[in-house]
């Protein structure tokens, strides 16, 4: 397993790193990972020495993914790592909260930039990669592009536009036997959300209006990863896999009453 992750540093990214590396190793594999941050830091350490301690093969790669040069060069320093290329994981998005009609142009752009500009060059940049290897792509999208956030800012609107540059991307190379799917996560304790989970009175709110009554984990997300870039979802494609725990769905069953009967 040859696989390029974008922002791998901690998080989901982090996650979905020490479980390809460990499905690999499990297989009998070496896994060559090319792990992607904006910069590099002490955790970003820890986790290659964690995962080279494995056994798995790991370069690091640096890049603000806003600068539209960069996706090229990381696919090309990975496959000058990698040789070749099996999977690309498009991890890397930012946040910045705010209402849409405060929002200055210049947040607008930068989270467009980061989360759907840069999957998309990131894709264009890989095409010829995993067509010769048919393999996948996955990006990670979010629920708030499937249902509105009010107070997001350009969030949900880039990641909308994510889950649509999924579809188009499987349709246009399906032909060339390459794969190509989004995840979207619902509500996920990772170390960008750990201040919310600080507080118990959220914590408890938001595990009380989730259907599984818990908040999502980052390896939770990485097993769906490894399985849409494996061979049991070698006949999926297109598709975005809400990861919510049944949140979106239960919107009927917060209304007060139920309908009388008759």
Not at 2 to 29: M, P
Request: overall charge negative; some cysteine; hydrophobic content about 45%.
């Amino acid at each position: 397993m040859r696989v390029l992750i974008t922002g791998a540093s901690r998080g989901i990214g982090a996650g979905i790193a020490r479980q390809l590396a460990s499905d690999a190793l499990a297989r009998g594999e070496t896994p060559y990972l090319a792990l992607t941050a904006s910069r590099e830091s002490e955790a970003f350490s820890a986790l290659v020495a964690e995962l080279e301690a494995q056994g798995a093969r790991v370069t690091v790669l640096v890049g603000d993914m806003a600068d539209p040069a960069v996706p090229s060069r990381l696919v090309e320093e990975a496959l000058a790592f990698c040789g070749s290329l099996d999977g690309v994981v498009s991890n890397v998005g930012i946040m910045a909260p705010g209402r849409l009609v405060e929002l200055d142009q210049a947040e607008w752009d930068r989270l467009f930039d980061v989360n759907a500009r840069g999957p998309w060059l990131l894709a264009k940049a890989a095409y010829p990669a995993l067509k010769a290897s048919r393999g996948s792509l996955v990006n990670i999208a979010s629920m708030v592009g499937v249902h509105p956030h009010p107070g997001s800012g350009a969030y949900s609107t880039s990641k909308a536009a994510v889950i649509m540059l999924t579809q188009q991307l499987a349709q246009e190379w399906a032909a060339d036997g390459i794969r190509v799917n989004s995840i979207s996560p619902g509500m996920i304790h990772t170390s960008a959300t750990d201040r919310l989970y600080q507080h118990p009175e959220v914590a408890e709110r938001r595990q009380q209006v989730i259907p599984l009554h818990q908040i999502g984990q980052p390896a939770q997300i990485a097993g769906i990863v490894a399985f849409l870039l494996g061979e049991g979802a070698a006949y999926v494609t297109g598709q975005n896999l809400l990861a919510d725990g049944g949140f979106a769905d239960s919107i009927m069953a917060h209304i007060p009453g139920l309908p009388p009967k008759g």
